[in-house]
Protein backbone atom coordinates (compact mmCIF):
# COMPACT_ATOMS: atom_id res chain seq x y z
CA UNK A 1 0.00 0.00 0.00
CA UNK A 2 1.43 3.34 -1.25
CA UNK A 3 2.26 6.02 2.47
CA UNK A 4 -0.48 8.42 0.78
CA UNK A 5 -2.90 5.86 1.48
CA UNK A 6 -1.51 4.51 4.38
CA UNK A 7 -1.39 8.01 5.95
CA UNK A 8 -5.53 8.29 6.05
CA UNK A 9 -5.65 4.51 7.46
CA UNK A 10 -2.84 5.80 10.28
CA UNK A 11 -4.56 7.75 12.27
CA UNK A 12 -7.15 5.05 12.80
CA UNK A 13 -3.78 2.76 13.42
CA UNK A 14 -2.74 4.54 16.40
CA UNK A 15 -4.93 3.27 19.16
CA UNK A 16 -4.29 0.76 21.52
CA UNK A 17 -4.43 -3.00 19.67
CA UNK A 18 -7.05 -4.57 22.63
CA UNK A 19 -5.64 -8.23 21.49
CA UNK A 20 -1.60 -7.46 21.76
CA UNK A 21 -0.35 -7.94 25.74
CA UNK A 22 1.18 -5.12 27.27
CA UNK A 23 4.82 -4.98 26.36
CA UNK A 24 7.04 -4.14 29.11
CA UNK A 25 10.45 -3.28 29.63
CA UNK A 26 12.76 -3.65 32.57
CA UNK A 27 15.47 -1.33 33.36
CA UNK A 28 17.48 -1.18 35.74
CA UNK A 29 15.47 1.51 37.70
CA UNK A 30 12.37 0.78 36.63
CA UNK A 31 10.10 -1.39 35.08
CA UNK A 32 7.78 0.35 32.13
CA UNK A 33 4.27 -0.89 31.11
CA UNK A 34 4.04 0.42 27.34
CA UNK A 35 0.92 0.55 25.04
CA UNK A 36 0.68 -1.90 21.73
CA UNK A 37 -0.62 -0.06 18.41
CA UNK A 38 -2.91 -1.55 15.57
CA UNK A 39 0.12 -0.20 13.34
CA UNK A 40 2.69 -2.80 15.12
CA UNK A 41 4.67 -0.37 17.61
CA UNK A 42 4.82 -0.55 21.05
CA UNK A 43 5.05 3.26 22.54
CA UNK A 44 6.12 4.16 25.72
CA UNK A 45 5.61 7.55 26.62
CA UNK A 46 6.52 9.85 29.58
CA UNK A 47 9.28 7.20 30.96
CA UNK A 48 11.70 9.27 33.41
CA UNK A 49 15.46 9.93 32.10
CA UNK A 50 16.73 12.07 35.06
CA UNK A 51 15.47 13.06 38.57
CA UNK A 52 13.34 15.94 38.91
CA UNK A 53 15.17 19.44 38.58
CA UNK A 54 13.17 21.00 41.21
CA UNK A 55 14.13 22.09 45.03
CA UNK A 56 18.10 21.03 45.42
CA UNK A 57 18.55 20.04 42.34
CA UNK A 58 17.56 23.27 40.12
CA UNK A 59 20.79 24.36 37.83
CA UNK A 60 22.82 21.45 38.54
CA UNK A 61 23.41 18.86 36.05
CA UNK A 62 20.78 16.21 35.45
CA UNK A 63 20.73 13.61 37.92
CA UNK A 64 19.93 9.60 37.40
CA UNK A 65 16.03 8.91 37.74
CA UNK A 66 15.39 7.66 41.05
CA UNK A 67 14.23 3.55 41.57
CA UNK A 68 10.80 2.79 41.20
CA UNK A 69 9.59 -0.63 42.88
CA UNK A 70 6.01 -1.07 41.25
CA UNK A 71 6.11 -1.34 37.53
CA UNK A 72 4.96 2.63 35.90
CA UNK A 73 2.60 2.92 33.43
CA UNK A 74 3.91 4.47 30.05
CA UNK A 75 1.24 5.25 28.66
CA UNK A 76 0.94 9.39 28.70
CA UNK A 77 3.15 12.12 28.12
CA UNK A 78 5.12 13.88 30.46
CA UNK A 79 4.49 17.48 31.31
CA UNK A 80 6.67 19.74 29.37
CA UNK A 81 9.51 21.81 30.91
CA UNK A 82 8.13 25.49 31.97
CA UNK A 83 8.47 27.94 29.02
CA UNK A 84 9.32 31.79 29.10
CA UNK A 85 6.40 34.20 29.84
CA UNK A 86 4.22 31.13 30.63
CA UNK A 87 1.91 31.29 33.76
CA UNK A 88 1.93 28.84 37.03
CA UNK A 89 -1.24 27.07 36.95
CA UNK A 90 -0.87 24.02 40.18
CA UNK A 91 -3.47 22.25 38.20
CA UNK A 92 -1.90 21.79 35.24
CA UNK A 93 -0.75 18.56 33.95
CA UNK A 94 0.78 20.15 30.56
CA UNK A 95 3.93 22.21 32.24
CA UNK A 96 5.80 21.18 35.19
CA UNK A 97 9.21 21.63 36.68
CA UNK A 98 9.57 18.24 37.17
CA UNK A 99 9.68 17.52 33.27
CA UNK A 100 12.61 15.45 32.66
CA UNK A 101 10.59 13.04 30.27
CA UNK A 102 11.29 10.70 27.15
CA UNK A 103 9.26 8.73 24.82
CA UNK A 104 10.08 5.76 22.87
CA UNK A 105 8.55 4.19 20.03
CA UNK A 106 9.59 0.87 18.37
CA UNK A 107 8.37 -1.68 16.19
CA UNK A 108 6.42 -4.34 18.20
CA UNK A 109 8.50 -7.10 17.01
CA UNK A 110 11.61 -5.90 18.46
CA UNK A 111 10.41 -4.54 22.11
CA UNK A 112 12.01 -6.57 25.04
CA UNK A 113 9.88 -9.87 26.61
CA UNK A 114 10.67 -12.56 28.09
CA UNK A 115 9.94 -14.61 24.57
CA UNK A 116 12.35 -12.41 23.07
CA UNK A 117 14.83 -12.54 25.69
CA UNK A 118 14.65 -16.09 25.22
CA UNK A 119 16.17 -15.63 21.61
CA UNK A 120 13.41 -14.41 19.34
CA UNK A 121 14.19 -10.84 19.34
CA UNK A 122 14.86 -9.45 15.54
CA UNK A 123 18.17 -7.30 15.34
CA UNK A 124 18.81 -4.17 16.83
CA UNK A 125 17.57 -1.43 14.94
CA UNK A 126 18.84 2.20 14.04
CA UNK A 127 17.66 5.46 16.06
CA UNK A 128 16.76 8.39 15.20
CA UNK A 129 16.52 10.74 18.46
CA UNK A 130 14.71 14.19 18.19
CA UNK A 131 15.88 17.53 19.80
CA UNK A 132 12.58 19.50 20.23
CA UNK A 133 13.02 23.16 19.36
CA UNK A 134 11.35 26.37 20.83
CA UNK A 135 14.49 29.32 20.75
CA UNK A 136 15.46 27.65 23.72
CA UNK A 137 12.21 29.42 25.38
CA UNK A 138 9.95 26.14 24.73
CA UNK A 139 9.67 22.41 24.10
CA UNK A 140 7.39 23.71 21.07
CA UNK A 141 8.06 20.48 19.11
CA UNK A 142 6.71 18.29 21.88
CA UNK A 143 5.33 15.04 21.85
CA UNK A 144 5.97 14.03 18.03
CA UNK A 145 4.50 10.35 17.05
CA UNK A 146 6.78 8.17 15.74
CA UNK A 147 4.97 6.04 14.34
CA UNK A 148 4.55 7.00 10.86
CA UNK A 149 7.95 7.02 9.80
CA UNK A 150 8.38 3.37 11.82
CA UNK A 151 5.82 2.14 9.08
CA UNK A 152 7.29 3.60 6.17
CA UNK A 153 10.88 2.10 7.14
CA UNK A 154 9.10 -1.31 7.13
CA UNK A 155 9.03 -1.37 10.69
CA UNK A 156 12.94 -0.75 10.84
CA UNK A 157 13.54 2.45 13.07
CA UNK A 158 13.03 3.35 17.05
CA UNK A 159 12.20 7.04 17.66
CA UNK A 160 12.79 8.47 20.65
CA UNK A 161 11.57 12.22 21.57
CA UNK A 162 12.06 13.99 25.09
CA UNK A 163 11.86 17.23 27.25
CA UNK A 164 14.94 19.20 28.70
CA UNK A 165 14.97 22.53 30.55
CA UNK A 166 14.43 25.49 28.70
CA UNK A 167 14.42 29.61 29.21
CA UNK A 168 15.91 30.87 33.22
CA UNK A 169 15.09 26.64 33.95
CA UNK A 170 17.28 25.35 31.61
CA UNK A 171 19.72 28.55 31.01
CA UNK A 172 20.74 30.92 33.82
CA UNK A 173 23.78 32.06 33.57
CA UNK A 174 26.05 34.00 36.23
CA UNK A 175 29.33 33.23 38.16
CA UNK A 176 26.89 32.11 40.71
CA UNK A 177 25.67 29.60 39.09
CA UNK A 178 29.18 28.12 37.90
CA UNK A 179 30.25 28.66 41.39
CA UNK A 180 26.82 26.41 43.43
CA UNK A 181 25.22 24.76 40.25
CA UNK A 182 25.71 24.21 36.44
CA UNK A 183 25.86 26.42 33.37
CA UNK A 184 23.55 25.31 30.43
CA UNK A 185 21.67 22.77 32.10
CA UNK A 186 19.52 22.97 28.91
CA UNK A 187 22.15 21.10 26.78
CA UNK A 188 23.08 18.53 29.16
CA UNK A 189 19.51 17.48 30.16
CA UNK A 190 19.68 16.62 25.87
CA UNK A 191 23.37 14.78 27.09
CA UNK A 192 21.46 13.29 29.65
CA UNK A 193 18.76 11.62 27.36
CA UNK A 194 21.47 10.81 25.15
CA UNK A 195 23.68 8.79 27.71
CA UNK A 196 20.28 7.39 28.61
CA UNK A 197 19.04 6.60 24.91
CA UNK A 198 23.33 4.54 24.92
CA UNK A 199 22.39 2.61 28.37
CA UNK A 200 19.11 1.35 27.33
CA UNK A 201 17.56 1.54 24.25
CA UNK A 202 18.85 -1.74 23.01
CA UNK A 203 15.76 -3.04 25.53
CA UNK A 204 13.49 -1.21 23.23
CA UNK A 205 15.12 -3.28 20.41
CA UNK A 206 17.43 0.27 19.10
CA UNK A 207 21.26 -0.46 18.65
CA UNK A 208 22.92 2.54 20.91
CA UNK A 209 25.86 2.12 18.43
CA UNK A 210 23.66 3.33 15.65
CA UNK A 211 21.85 6.82 16.88
CA UNK A 212 21.21 10.00 14.52
CA UNK A 213 20.36 12.83 16.40
CA UNK A 214 17.77 15.01 14.68
CA UNK A 215 17.07 18.58 15.94
CA UNK A 216 14.51 21.46 14.59
CA UNK A 217 15.17 25.25 15.07
CA UNK A 218 16.64 25.39 18.56
CA UNK A 219 17.09 21.73 18.16
CA UNK A 220 18.83 22.31 15.20
CA UNK A 221 21.26 24.50 17.14
CA UNK A 222 21.60 22.19 19.98
CA UNK A 223 22.59 19.26 17.42
CA UNK A 224 25.67 21.73 16.57
CA UNK A 225 26.21 22.36 20.28
CA UNK A 226 26.65 18.13 20.77
CA UNK A 227 28.96 17.96 17.32
CA UNK A 228 31.25 20.35 19.26
CA UNK A 229 30.81 19.70 22.59
CA UNK A 230 34.03 19.44 25.09
CA UNK A 231 36.22 20.88 21.95
CA UNK A 232 34.74 17.99 19.73
CA UNK A 233 35.20 15.17 21.75
CA UNK A 234 33.41 12.43 20.34
CA UNK A 235 31.83 10.60 22.72
CA UNK A 236 30.29 7.93 20.84
CA UNK A 237 26.71 8.67 21.71
CA UNK A 238 25.88 9.10 17.78
CA UNK A 239 26.48 8.37 14.19
CA UNK A 240 25.24 10.85 12.04
CA UNK A 241 23.60 14.21 12.74
CA UNK A 242 20.20 16.01 10.94
CA UNK A 243 20.03 20.20 11.35
CA UNK A 244 16.88 21.25 10.56
CA UNK A 245 16.84 25.32 10.18
CA UNK A 246 19.80 25.09 12.92
CA UNK A 247 19.31 28.22 15.05
CA UNK A 248 22.31 30.23 16.09
CA UNK A 249 21.69 33.39 18.08
CA UNK A 250 23.29 35.64 20.37
CA UNK A 251 25.16 33.59 22.68
CA UNK A 252 27.92 35.61 24.68
CA UNK A 253 30.07 34.46 27.71
CA UNK A 254 28.97 34.31 31.05
CA UNK A 255 30.35 37.55 31.92
CA UNK A 256 28.35 39.05 29.64
CA UNK A 257 24.98 37.62 31.06
CA UNK A 258 25.52 38.76 34.76
CA UNK A 259 22.86 41.21 33.88
CA UNK A 260 20.13 38.27 32.92
CA UNK A 261 20.72 36.78 36.33
CA UNK A 262 20.58 39.95 38.45
CA UNK A 263 17.07 40.70 37.01
CA UNK A 264 15.89 37.44 37.23
CA UNK A 265 17.17 36.91 41.16
CA UNK A 266 15.01 40.28 41.80
CA UNK A 267 11.94 38.99 40.31
CA UNK A 268 12.36 36.23 42.11
CA UNK A 269 12.88 37.97 45.48
CA UNK A 270 16.51 36.75 46.16
CA UNK A 271 18.63 40.33 45.39
CA UNK A 272 22.18 40.59 45.44
CA UNK A 273 22.40 42.47 48.17
CA UNK A 274 21.27 41.68 51.59
CA UNK A 275 21.17 44.32 53.94
CA UNK A 276 23.61 46.20 52.35
CA UNK A 277 26.10 43.19 51.64
CA UNK A 278 26.59 40.89 48.67
CA UNK A 279 25.79 37.32 49.22
CA UNK A 280 26.31 35.82 46.23
CA UNK A 281 26.54 32.39 47.44
CA UNK A 282 23.17 32.79 49.17
CA UNK A 283 21.07 33.60 46.06
CA UNK A 284 21.24 30.17 44.46
CA UNK A 285 20.09 28.51 47.95
CA UNK A 286 17.12 31.81 47.88
CA UNK A 287 16.13 30.61 44.32
CA UNK A 288 16.15 27.13 45.08
CA UNK A 289 14.08 27.42 47.92
CA UNK A 290 11.58 29.39 46.02
CA UNK A 291 8.06 28.11 44.85
CA UNK A 292 7.79 27.06 41.21
CA UNK A 293 5.23 29.90 40.86
CA UNK A 294 7.55 32.47 42.14
CA UNK A 295 9.94 31.61 39.19
CA UNK A 296 7.58 31.03 36.55
CA UNK A 297 6.93 34.05 37.02
CA UNK A 298 10.70 35.97 37.14
CA UNK A 299 11.21 33.66 33.79
CA UNK A 300 10.18 35.84 31.14
CA UNK A 301 11.85 38.73 28.10
CA UNK A 302 13.62 41.48 28.87
CA UNK A 303 15.73 43.85 26.33
CA UNK A 304 19.23 43.36 25.76
CA UNK A 305 21.77 45.86 27.48
CA UNK A 306 21.45 49.25 25.59
CA UNK A 307 18.09 48.33 23.44
CA UNK A 308 14.90 49.23 24.25
CA UNK A 309 13.01 46.24 22.84
CA UNK A 310 13.02 42.64 23.95
CA UNK A 311 14.79 40.13 21.49
CA UNK A 312 12.94 37.07 20.26
CA UNK A 313 15.44 35.04 22.06
CA UNK A 314 16.45 35.93 24.85
CA UNK A 315 18.16 32.78 27.09
CA UNK A 316 20.65 31.07 25.31
CA UNK A 317 23.39 28.42 25.79
CA UNK A 318 26.20 30.65 27.13
CA UNK A 319 30.11 29.83 26.59
CA UNK A 320 30.74 27.56 29.98
CA UNK A 321 34.47 26.95 28.92
CA UNK A 322 33.21 23.21 29.52
CA UNK A 323 30.50 21.71 27.39
CA UNK A 324 30.11 25.13 25.25
CA UNK A 325 34.22 26.08 24.80
CA UNK A 326 33.26 29.11 22.19
CA UNK A 327 30.99 30.93 19.39
CA UNK A 328 30.10 27.73 17.31
CA UNK A 329 30.86 30.02 14.21
CA UNK A 330 34.70 29.49 15.58
CA UNK A 331 34.19 25.80 16.77
CA UNK A 332 33.41 24.99 13.59
CA UNK A 333 35.86 27.41 11.78
CA UNK A 334 39.22 25.73 13.71
CA UNK A 335 37.52 22.43 12.79
CA UNK A 336 36.60 21.65 16.58
CA UNK A 337 33.69 19.13 15.95
CA UNK A 338 32.64 15.83 15.49
CA UNK A 339 32.99 14.32 11.77
CA UNK A 340 29.97 12.43 11.01
CA UNK A 341 27.81 12.04 8.41
CA UNK A 342 25.10 15.66 8.51
CA UNK A 343 22.08 16.52 7.01
CA UNK A 344 21.39 19.69 7.03
CA UNK A 345 18.77 22.32 5.37
CA UNK A 346 16.01 25.13 6.15
CA UNK A 347 13.16 27.03 4.16
CA UNK A 348 12.85 29.68 2.34
CA UNK A 349 11.69 31.92 4.28
CA UNK A 350 13.16 31.29 7.85
CA UNK A 351 12.77 35.02 8.68
CA UNK A 352 8.87 35.42 8.31
CA UNK A 353 7.65 34.04 11.50
CA UNK A 354 10.49 36.36 13.74
CA UNK A 355 10.86 39.80 11.73
CA UNK A 356 9.62 43.11 13.16
CA UNK A 357 7.00 44.75 10.60
CA UNK A 358 9.58 47.09 9.82
CA UNK A 359 8.04 50.34 7.62
CA UNK A 360 11.74 52.00 7.33
CA UNK A 361 15.40 50.65 6.86
CA UNK A 362 15.92 52.05 10.48
CA UNK A 363 13.20 49.44 11.66
CA UNK A 364 14.92 46.68 10.01
CA UNK A 365 18.64 47.53 11.33
CA UNK A 366 16.75 48.50 15.18
CA UNK A 367 15.38 45.57 15.19
CA UNK A 368 18.37 43.42 14.00
CA UNK A 369 20.35 45.11 16.91
CA UNK A 370 17.65 44.00 19.55
CA UNK A 371 18.15 40.52 18.61
CA UNK A 372 22.33 40.95 17.90
CA UNK A 373 23.40 43.67 20.36
CA UNK A 374 27.26 43.21 18.90
CA UNK A 375 25.99 44.67 15.51
CA UNK A 376 28.37 47.81 15.11
CA UNK A 377 27.16 50.87 12.79
CA UNK A 378 29.34 49.57 10.28
CA UNK A 379 27.57 46.15 9.88
CA UNK A 380 24.18 47.70 10.09
CA UNK A 381 25.37 49.88 6.85
CA UNK A 382 25.81 47.00 5.64
CA UNK A 383 22.51 45.08 6.24
CA UNK A 384 21.10 48.05 4.92
CA UNK A 385 23.01 47.82 1.71
CA UNK A 386 22.79 43.40 1.92
CA UNK A 387 19.12 44.03 2.11
CA UNK A 388 17.36 46.98 0.59
CA UNK A 389 13.57 47.49 -0.16
CA UNK A 390 12.62 44.05 -1.52
CA UNK A 391 8.62 43.42 -2.73
CA UNK A 392 5.71 43.29 -0.38
CA UNK A 393 4.46 40.87 1.21
CA UNK A 394 0.80 40.38 1.83
CA UNK A 395 -0.53 41.96 4.98
CA UNK A 396 2.70 43.73 6.08
CA UNK A 397 4.74 46.72 6.28
CA UNK A 398 7.15 48.14 3.21
CA UNK A 399 10.32 46.89 4.67
CA UNK A 400 9.06 43.99 6.24
CA UNK A 401 10.41 41.25 3.76
CA UNK A 402 13.69 43.39 4.42
CA UNK A 403 13.74 42.27 8.21
CA UNK A 404 12.73 39.04 7.60
CA UNK A 405 15.61 38.11 5.17
CA UNK A 406 18.11 39.74 7.17
CA UNK A 407 17.18 37.61 10.32
CA UNK A 408 16.04 34.48 8.29
CA UNK A 409 19.42 34.20 6.88
CA UNK A 410 21.26 35.61 9.70
CA UNK A 411 20.37 33.87 12.37
CA UNK A 412 19.53 30.03 10.40
CA UNK A 413 19.95 29.82 6.67
CA UNK A 414 23.73 31.26 6.47
CA UNK A 415 25.36 29.16 10.08
CA UNK A 416 23.46 26.39 8.11
CA UNK A 417 25.46 27.14 5.14
CA UNK A 418 28.44 27.66 6.79
CA UNK A 419 28.17 24.20 8.83
CA UNK A 420 28.14 22.25 5.85
CA UNK A 421 30.79 24.17 3.88
CA UNK A 422 32.94 23.10 7.08
CA UNK A 423 32.08 19.50 7.35
CA UNK A 424 32.35 18.77 4.09
CA UNK A 425 35.79 20.32 4.09
CA UNK A 426 37.16 19.30 7.57
CA UNK A 427 40.45 17.17 7.25
CA UNK A 428 40.38 13.32 7.82
CA UNK A 429 38.02 11.10 6.18
CA UNK A 430 34.90 12.06 4.06
CA UNK A 431 31.48 11.26 5.86
CA UNK A 432 29.11 13.06 3.47
CA UNK A 433 27.10 16.28 3.79
CA UNK A 434 24.09 16.76 2.19
CA UNK A 435 22.11 20.18 1.85
CA UNK A 436 18.36 20.90 1.01
CA UNK A 437 15.74 24.21 0.56
CA UNK A 438 12.28 23.17 1.22
CA UNK A 439 9.78 25.52 -1.08
CA UNK A 440 6.51 24.00 -0.80
CA UNK A 441 3.87 26.76 -0.79
CA UNK A 442 1.01 26.73 1.78
CA UNK A 443 -1.74 28.72 0.62
CA UNK A 444 -2.88 29.82 3.82
CA UNK A 445 0.66 30.60 5.33
CA UNK A 446 1.70 32.56 1.10
CA UNK A 447 -1.71 34.35 1.36
CA UNK A 448 -0.49 35.58 5.13
CA UNK A 449 2.51 37.14 4.18
CA UNK A 450 4.75 34.36 5.42
CA UNK A 451 5.54 32.45 2.46
CA UNK A 452 7.39 28.55 2.84
CA UNK A 453 8.51 29.65 6.61
CA UNK A 454 10.54 28.61 9.89
CA UNK A 455 10.51 24.36 9.93
CA UNK A 456 7.48 23.94 7.64
CA UNK A 457 8.73 20.69 6.60
CA UNK A 458 8.35 19.18 9.73
CA UNK A 459 5.20 17.80 9.12
CA UNK A 460 6.22 16.33 5.62
CA UNK A 461 9.36 14.61 7.58
CA UNK A 462 6.82 13.01 10.29
CA UNK A 463 3.92 13.04 8.64
CA UNK A 464 1.42 15.20 9.09
CA UNK A 465 -1.12 13.09 10.80
CA UNK A 466 1.60 12.67 14.23
CA UNK A 467 2.68 15.84 14.57
CA UNK A 468 0.51 17.58 17.01
CA UNK A 469 -0.12 21.22 15.93
CA UNK A 470 1.27 21.10 12.56
CA UNK A 471 1.60 24.28 10.76
CA UNK A 472 -1.14 23.47 8.32
CA UNK A 473 -3.18 20.53 6.72
CA UNK A 474 -1.86 20.98 3.25
CA UNK A 475 0.52 17.95 3.54
CA UNK A 476 -2.65 15.65 4.25
CA UNK A 477 -4.26 17.17 1.22
CA UNK A 478 -2.86 19.56 -1.67
CA UNK A 479 0.77 18.85 -0.57
CA UNK A 480 0.38 15.14 0.58
CA UNK A 481 2.86 13.69 -2.48
CA UNK A 482 5.96 15.53 -1.50
CA UNK A 483 5.22 13.93 2.44
CA UNK A 484 6.46 10.37 1.27
CA UNK A 485 9.35 12.75 -0.84
CA UNK A 486 10.53 13.85 1.90
CA UNK A 487 9.77 11.17 4.76
CA UNK A 488 12.03 8.33 2.65
CA UNK A 489 15.15 10.65 2.58
CA UNK A 490 15.32 11.56 5.87
CA UNK A 491 14.74 7.81 7.22
CA UNK A 492 17.24 6.62 4.72
CA UNK A 493 19.81 8.85 5.83
CA UNK A 494 18.89 7.27 9.73
CA UNK A 495 19.27 3.84 8.98
CA UNK A 496 22.08 4.15 6.28
CA UNK A 497 23.52 7.80 6.40
CA UNK A 498 22.92 8.61 3.37
CA UNK A 499 19.51 10.29 2.44
CA UNK A 500 19.88 8.13 -1.53
CA UNK A 501 20.11 4.61 -0.42
CA UNK A 502 16.62 4.20 0.23
CA UNK A 503 14.77 7.17 -1.39
CA UNK A 504 11.31 7.22 -2.79
CA UNK A 505 11.59 5.63 -6.43
CA UNK A 506 11.70 7.97 -9.30
CA UNK A 507 13.38 10.49 -7.03
CA UNK A 508 16.25 13.03 -7.71
CA UNK A 509 19.78 11.24 -6.57
CA UNK A 510 20.76 13.69 -3.53
CA UNK A 511 24.00 15.30 -4.56
CA UNK A 512 26.59 16.39 -1.63
CA UNK A 513 26.68 19.89 -1.04
CA UNK A 514 30.69 19.77 -1.87
CA UNK A 515 30.14 17.68 -5.38
CA UNK A 516 31.40 17.09 -8.80
CA UNK A 517 29.03 20.00 -9.54
CA UNK A 518 30.62 22.31 -7.60
CA UNK A 519 29.88 23.36 -4.11
CA UNK A 520 26.89 24.52 -2.44
CA UNK A 521 24.72 22.06 -4.41
CA UNK A 522 21.38 20.81 -2.51
CA UNK A 523 18.11 19.63 -2.42
CA UNK A 524 15.33 21.93 -3.47
CA UNK A 525 12.10 20.32 -2.47
CA UNK A 526 9.49 21.35 -4.49
CA UNK A 527 5.81 20.11 -5.22
CA UNK A 528 6.08 17.97 -8.21
CA UNK A 529 9.71 19.34 -9.06
CA UNK A 530 11.90 17.98 -6.54
CA UNK A 531 15.40 18.79 -8.03
CA UNK A 532 19.27 20.15 -7.42
CA UNK A 533 20.19 23.11 -7.55
CA UNK A 534 23.42 25.48 -6.66
CA UNK A 535 23.46 28.71 -3.93
CA UNK A 536 22.48 31.52 -6.23
CA UNK A 537 24.90 34.48 -6.02
CA UNK A 538 23.18 36.92 -3.97
CA UNK A 539 22.67 34.71 -1.18
CA UNK A 540 26.64 33.65 -1.25
CA UNK A 541 27.33 37.13 -1.31
CA UNK A 542 24.91 38.16 2.21
CA UNK A 543 25.99 35.11 3.78
CA UNK A 544 29.64 36.09 3.36
CA UNK A 545 29.21 39.03 5.40
CA UNK A 546 26.94 37.09 7.85
CA UNK A 547 29.98 34.02 8.17
CA UNK A 548 32.51 37.33 8.28
CA UNK A 549 30.67 38.65 11.36
CA UNK A 550 29.51 35.68 13.18
CA UNK A 551 32.08 35.02 15.68
CA UNK A 552 32.01 38.64 16.75
CA UNK A 553 28.57 39.05 17.21
CA UNK A 554 28.64 35.97 19.25
CA UNK A 555 27.02 33.55 17.28
Not at 171 to 176: D, G, I, M, N, Q
Not at 265 to 292: F, H, I, Y
Not at 526 to 534: F, P, Q, R, W
Request: proline share 6%.
Amino acid sequence: MHLLQRLVLLCALVVAASAASQPQVKLDYATYIGTPLAAGVDQFLGMRFAAPPIGSLRWRSPADPLPEQAPVEAFTHGPLCYNVGGTFDPTSTSLSEDCLFIDVYAPSSNVSSSSQQAGKRNKLLPVWFFIQGGGYRSDSNANYNGTGVIVESGHNIVVVNFNYRVGGFGFLASERVARDGTLNVGLLDQRKALLWVKKYISKFGGDPNHVVIHGASAGGGSVTHHLTAYGGRNDGLFVGAIGESVFWPWEPPVAELEFQFDIFADAAGCPASVNGTKELGSQMACLRLQNTSTLVAANQLHPFPGRISNPDFYWTPTIDGDFVRGELYDMFSKGKFIRVPLLIGDADDEGTNFAFNASTPSQVTSFMQDNYPKLTSSDLLRISRLYPLMPALPKHAAYFPSAALAYGEGTFTCPSNYIAARMSGAEGELKGVWNYRFSVVQADREAAGFGVSHTSEIPAIFGPAFVPGGLSTTFATTNAPIVPVVMNYFISFVRDLDPNVRRLEGTPEWVMFDSAMGEGQRLKFVLNDTHVEGIDSGEKERCAFWNEVGARIEQ
